[in-house]
């Protein structure tokens, strides 16, 4: 088997990014495109506003009428029309006159100034106005959000409540987004049985795959959980096999070292899979295969629950969003400090899971004291990965790390 061994995290994404293919493409209705991903840059097709319009409840003019306004010589304008928002005007301002106008309303040709209602002097018929106005004074232009023609946003965006706003208000009834992809979950191990099965001695349960599951849903993806497989090398490969006729991309758990009911490199072998690297330079999750399987990548974890967690993290993630059509598909960097010391050497990348807090206006690292590889208990409330490179030496309080924000 010709293929890398103990490569690092930004390495093995990379191998994987070079023969991935995005998912297709549809239409959807705007009220179901909520966190949906751009297939295509969207270009404005009209302008945001329309037309020009007030920004306050108040009165308009036109500018070169206050040339000459002071408190000693007000200049007096005839109310001629009222304009709420949502009307036409019917008039246009002629030299002398204004109307009425609402927060919203269009600006009627002529005006070119607002005022507001509380610093007007009126009788209901005519307003006084005492000092001079800019033209544009208080008028929002055509196209001051958006202008006809401009790129909006750019294929690989994912549509935020904020930009599905944007894209409302400018007439997208549907929009192109990228399919949402089909994952299939199979964990291998004789050892587990399903959450309703009743433990025996040797037993545990297939818990791990359940906090795979709701954070590949919470990325986007259509997850759908296979079986249990034995430790078989035929089962796992029929298995994988199956999966591939649904899935666009395939995550095992267990399986991966060297031990002798190790069997995904050998089924993978079997099904004569083309087998990218095998073993990352992290702790934990070091135990790590990475395959295509007609043209389908294979990301196999390690059985042990946090391993895989955070290897999944860091590579399964981004490749997922990589077929999924997204442009950032990389978790999250960031600088913060540990709140506590950390004394184990580092030979080689190590990722701590801890939460993100914030202390005198700094962002720390809440180091989970529970760290081990086959417990799921470091993962609790954790929301960012503490990154020491190898070879880095033991970390005292308020020293600077990098770290990974998750979800």
Known sequence: MNMKQHVTVEEGVTEIFSKL????T???AAEEAAGRILSRDIISPENIPPFRRSPLDGYAFRAEDTLNASEETPVVFEIIEEIPAGKAPEHRVGPGQAVKILTGAPLPEGADAVEKFEVVETDGKIIKLVHPYEH?????PIGEDICEGA??????????PAYLGILAGLGFSKLPVFKKPVVHLISTGSELVGINEKLTIGKIRNSSIYTIKAFLEQEGA???MSPVVDDDMLEIATAIDDASEEADLIFTTGGVSVGDYDMLMRSMDYLKADMLFWKLQMKPGSAFLASYYK???VISLSGNPASAIISMFLVGIPVLRKLSGRTDCMLEKCQVKMESG???KNFTTRYLPGKLIVKDCEAYIRITESQGNGILHPLHGCNILAELPKG???KNPGDTVTAYLLG
């Open 21 to 24: 293919k995005e998912v297709g």
């Open 26 to 28: 549809e239409l959807v």
């Open 136 to 140: 544009n004074c208080n008028v929002v």
């Open 151 to 160: 790129l909006v946003l750019k294929k690989g965006t994912v549509i935020s």
């Open 222 to 224: 259509v997850v759908k």
């Open 295 to 297: 043209g389908k990548p």
């Open 342 to 344: 950390f004394s184990k």
């Open 392 to 394: 880095s030496p033991a």
